[in-house]
């Protein structure tokens, strides 16, 4: 898009940088109140305090952020492009104040006013531009590059409505709309000068000169442009500042005034509706494909605008696109960017004219792809019709595409089943693209999210890409953020650790290492144990102010927060917790360990059977807590509405960390990694990254229990049922009963009917498979928690022994050994 005309300034130059003592930040906060706010500071309501004090952080991101971008600009060094449909960022402000180091001279400054640094950082709605862990991750990895000082720009959509808020009404989950840009956001700034336009629909034209090849040119039938918003993502010490693009969709022209002046006052707005929907709102489903045209519609979209953008800043740089993929990395987090691949090819093909071959050499060299989930209900496929009517000249690049990997797949002796595997194309289906396989032919590099992930990818849905390609995959297992997922949601701990091993662990989070011996020490075990508590009195209160439960903060906090999905098992917890009721009416004269059971999480909106785990455990809960025959010893909490902010209070007050998927289907786990580093011990399976954390706290230190993937598979093959486990284990099948006969849902007694049956037909989440080994390591934790010498000592192991588990880690593996960029590079 045209640019706008620079002005030749004289004698402007950017203002010295700000001061930070708390004497400045206070007048300029005032002074923000007055002339940004328009209040006068007497007036001034808890939200303009929020705002102020966010500009006045702002302005210092400000000097670091030209600092960082005039850096990257002069080394030419090459810059590393994050594509992700979702970022999952919570709030921004402490986040900002931690990395600045402002956290003292800000606090002291606000308290001048008798305002409370904590209280206003709590106003601050989240960003909550992402569903589950994959968006998660992507925050973590945009923060993690500023820190380790890599030159990255995450790119994405400014959904208008974020994840959904839920509420639960009579047990049940509702969803209501989430509305975080209603006050304004002053992160964000608005590039109008980086607006692009996005086609779709149309048709192709081919033009043919004489000895040349054919050209073709894409004309669309509708245009949208996308704006570009800028979010500062500021790096640890805020030595650098990165920039997060996400792009909003806006008509090209904002009314038909032909329409209008005709009398069709709604007709006159259809196009600029039609437009803006593409980033109205995120889909609210994980690993599952929502498969709509409006999805596809917004994947393109992004994709678009991002390529667009960084060949505009190539060009800007270089004289052509020769070098793209020297300068140039782009990441494809998971599959939904995944047509960028036939868009650069489109773009270097028919718009900058290079010959196939060399246009797929670069980009193959510039792409990597990134895969999140083996659920084959979250695999993405278009049917060929959508796809060919909304991007036709795409869906020609991805026959062609096809044709090549064909030929050379024959070329190396494939044969028509294993053609047929790795085809762009689906032909079983009705004839649908693979994003998948379009995503891997078009990267130079693939990569699994933890090492058994990464294994299953090159046995299953990728075993035959991986034949033709074998040094295609590698692993880069997830990690989490020391600085969001320690320091700041646990200052207790992070103060426990300064005082006993220094602050090296601040910049090097490996250095917890240092942290082990003191398991050994009583009197540091003490401080850790009571630092737990005081985190757990505060999640305490948190339920008591929201939902009136009293919990006790001496039991044992088990808590099992994430999406609410059939694979992560929340129902085997709720199973066990009904036989754990079961067994302390039966037994009251036994030494029961006083537990609090706590769930959190969301499901999508068109997910029964979830939706139906979600009401299961608010029926339980309001058997069990109300039921005086149990006294305190079990209690059970679904808190609403789980988001980053909640998460940040729940991983410091956790005992027991739930990570119980069946194996073989988690693809890594970003939530057992929080809680692991804030001292919980994990029970789970061999599943995901649990297997390194297993590998790195020591097998002392966590319970896994249950079948291992390959026994889960096995089991598949032989269409296991769970009747005749049922049947053998009184436990199970008394707590199964109990639902089936309507205990927990007297008003209405078949509701969770079909949830018991497909227990007794086919297990296939191997709940009932796993029931008596996930009980048995239950009762052992019970044991262990009345020896708190020895649960204390496992738990500092853990946080000491979790520092490999940083995002710092994996983002320094991503840049040496896939994008060759940063520090790091080779
Ligand atoms: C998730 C996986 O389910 C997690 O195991 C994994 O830790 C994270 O991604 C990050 O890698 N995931 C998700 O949140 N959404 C998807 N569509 C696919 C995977």
Not at 178 to 204: A, M, Q
Not at 726 to 742: C, F, M, N, V
Not at 789 to 817: L, V
Request: hydrophobic content about 40%.
């Amino acid at each position: 898009m045209s640019a706008t005309p620079k002005i030749e300034p004289i004698g402007a130059k950017v203002p010295e940088p700000r001061q930070n003592d708390p004497d400045t930040l206070a007048r300029q906060i005032v002074e923000k109140l007055t002339y940004s706010i328009c209040k006068h500071p007497e007036q001034a309501r808890k939200y303009d305090w929020l705002r102020a004090t966010t500009l006045v952080v702002r302005d210092r991101i400000i000097d670091h952020w030209f600092r960082s971008t005039d850096k990257i600009r002069e080394s030419k060094d090459k810059r590393v492009y994050y594509l992700s449909m979702e970022f999952l960022i919570g709030r921004l402000l402490r986040d900002a104040i931690n990395n600045l180091q402002l956290t003292g001279p800000i606090r002291e400054a606000l308290k001048r006013y008798n305002v409370e640094l904590d209280m206003v950082e709590l106003l601050e709605p989240d960003a909550a531009l992402g569903n589950g862990g994959l968006g998660r991750l992507a925050a973590c990895f945009m923060e993690s590059m500023a820190s380790t000082g890599v030159p990255g720009v995450g790119y994405g959509i400014r959904y208008v409505h974020g994840f959904f808020r839920q509420e639960i009404a009579e047990g049940a989950q509702v969803e209501l709309p989430e509305t975080w840009l209603v006050h304004g956001n002053p992160w964000e700034f608005e590039r109008r000068d980086s607006t692009y336009e996005i086609g779709f629909g149309g048709k192709v034209v081919t033009q043919q000169e004489p000895g040349k090849p054919p050209r073709h040119v894409w004309r669309p039938a509708e245009r949208v442009l996308a704006v570009a918003f800028d979010t500062p993502i500021v790096g640890w010490r805020g030595e650098q500042v990165n920039t997060l693009r996400l792009w909003s969709a806006q008509a090209v022209d904002p009314i038909l005034l032909d329409a209008f002046n005709s009398g069709d006052h709604i007709g006159a707005l259809v196009e600029s509706n039609k437009a803006e929907a593409i980033t109205r709102v995120l889909y609210p489903a994980d690993s599952h494909q929502a498969g709509q045209e409006l999805r596809l519609r917004q994947e393109y979209f992004f994709s678009a605008a991002s390529l667009q953008d960084i060949i505009r800043r190539h060009l800007g740089e270089n004289a052509s696109l020769d070098n793209l993929a020297d300068k140039v990395a782009i990441q494809l987090n998971d599959t939904h960017p995944a047509v960028s691949v036939a868009e650069l090819m489109r773009l270097l093909v028919d718009v900058h004219g290079y010959e196939w071959g060399k246009a797929w050499e670069i980009t193959r060299a510039t792409f990597g792809y990134t895969n999140h989930t083996l659920l084959p209900e979250a695999l993405e496929h278009w049917p060929i019709n959508l796809f060919e009517r909304l991007l036709p000249r795409q869906m020609q690049i991805i026959y062609q595409i096809n044709a090549d990997i064909i030929r050379e797949a024959s070329q190396t002796g494939f044969d028509g089943g294993q053609i047929s595997a790795i085809s762009l194309i689906d032909e079983g289906n009705g004839r649908r693209v693979r994003m998948g396989q379009l995503a891997f032919v078009g990267s130079h590099a693939v990569n699994g999210v933890s090492a058994l992930h990464t294994e299953l990818m090159k046995e299953t849905v990728f075993r035959n890409l991986h034949e033709l390609y074998p040094d295609r995959i590698q692993n880069k297992t997830n990690g989490v953020t020391p600085r969001r997922w320690l320091m700041e949601c646990n200052p207790g701990l992070t103060g426990l650790l300064t005082e006993a091993i220094g602050p090296g662990f601040l910049d090097d989070i490996e250095k917890l290492g240092d942290a082990d011996t003191l398991a050994g020490d009583a009197a540091f075990r003490e401080r850790f144990a009571a630092m737990k508590r005081a985190n757990k009195a505060r999640l305490a209160d948190l339920i008591s102010d929201r939902l009136a439960i009293t919990i006790d903060p001496d039991a044992i906090f088990d808590i099992q927060v994430k999406r609410i999905h059939e694979y992560k098992r929340q129902f085997l917890n709720i199973i066990e917790a009904i036989a754990l009721y079961n067994q302390i009416r039966a037994h009251p004269e036994k030494d029961w360990t006083p537990r609090v059971k706590i769930f959190a999480g969301k499901a999508a909106p068109s997910y029964v059977q979830a939706k139906e785990i979600i009401h299961l455990a608010n029926d339980v809960a309001r058997v069990v807590n109300s039921d005086p025959s149990v006294r305190d010893l079990l209690k059970i909490v679904f808190i609403p509405n789980y988001n980053v902010s909640l998460a940040e209070i729940i991983m410091p007050a956790a005992d027991l960390s739930e990570q119980i998927s069946t194996a073989g289907l988690e693809a890594s786990g970003t939530g057992n990694m929080k809680f692991a580093l804030n001292g919980a011990l994990t029970i789970g399976t061999l599943d995901g990254a649990n297997v390194e954390m297993l590998d790195h706290v020591g097998e002392d230190n966590i319970f896994i229990f249950g079948l291992t993937a390959d026994e889960v598979a096995q089991r598949r093959r032989e269409t296991h049922s769970g009747r005749s486990i049922i049947d053998r284990t009184p436990l199970l099948r008394e707590a199964l009963d109990a639902i089936s006969a309507g205990v927990f849902a007297p008003e209405s007694p078949a509701r969770y009917h079909s949830l018991v049956s497909n227990l007794y037909n086919n297990d296939w989440w191997m709940i009932c498979a796993d029931f008596e080994a996930y009980w048995n390591t239950q009762r052992n934790l019970d044991g262990l928690f009345l020896t708190q010498n020895e649960w204390q000592s496992k738990a500092i192991h853990n946080t000491a022994r979790m520092g490999w588990f940083s995002s710092d880690r994996s983002i320094r593996e991503y840049a040496r050994d896939i994008w060759q960029a940063g520090p790091g590079k080779v």
